[in-house]
């Protein structure tokens, strides 16, 4: 008989590792006040010490008040990104900017992110030509911008590993005060207008004016907010 079965059978061994504290609700609350200044500490010292630095390293410009919740994007730099004051960045997200263009090799690709935007876990924004993004923007999780169609629409082209055309690309403006909803996808070509939502899961293809709410596969309004 091994040792691993052994114990397993042992009585008490058993009762042993099955074995509780009965709940002591002050003892509890002092381990989750602990728990938790642990990790607001760990935050805290994570922004301080490391992202606040590298933020400043992998763009162009950016305001006070940056502030990481979670992991460090992943940041390519290979044009412009600047950031605006009071911005938190939540979890894992995938910041590109500047890619390979025919015919616009001497057009530098531009992200603008403005003031107090939030920009939820999971979130993806792709610039090869210009992201506009205003202030007191909401972005949920998992919202994926893409001014670009990542490849050219011609699948020789692709065979090819060619760079995208000017037809590809096209910029995208993101008002003040938009909010996007959870998984929604914003296409090339498109300005969403002041105080717009986004509905959870859209895809926005065509612009959307200010004060409603857009919702779908094409994405179109449902409801106006004025």
């Not at 730099?77 to 001497?106: C, Q, W």
């Not at 629409?153 to 995208?172: G, Y």
């Amino acid at each position: 008989m091994g040792v691993f079965s052994y114990l397993s059978n042992n009585n008490f061994v058993r009762k042993l590792w099955h074995f509780r504290f009965p709940y002591f609700r002050r003892y509890a609350g002092m381990l989750a006040w602990m728990s938790t200044v642990k990790k607001f500490t760990w935050v805290w010292l994570r922004n301080v010490l490391f992202f606040d630095q590298m933020i400043r390293m992998h763009c162009n410009k950016v305001g006070e008040n940056i502030f990481f919740w979670g992991t460090y994007p992943l940041i390519s730099n290979n044009g412009y990104i600047e950031i605006g004051d009071d911005v938190r960045i939540i979890g894992s997200n995938n910041i590109m900017v500047g890619f390979k263009v025919t015919g616009a090799e001497d057009k530098e690709a531009r992200l603008v992110i403005g003031n107090d935007v939030t920009i939820g876990f999971g979130c993806e924004i792709n610039v090869a030509s210009s992201v506009y993004i205003g202030n007191h923007v909401r972005f949920a999780t998992g919202v994926k911008i893409f001014d670009n169609n990542s490849h050219p629409t011609d699948a020789r082209l692709r065979r090819e590993k060619s760079p995208m055309m000017l037809e590809d690309v096209a910029p995208i403006v993101i008002n003040d005060d938009v909010w996007i909803g959870i998984n929604a996808v914003i296409l090339k070509g498109v300005v969403i207008g002041e105080g717009a939502i986004v509905a959870a899961g859209s895809v926005v293809t065509k612009s959307i004016p200010p004060n409603v709410i857009a919702a779908g596969n094409p994405a179109r309004i449902v409801k106006s907010l004025q």
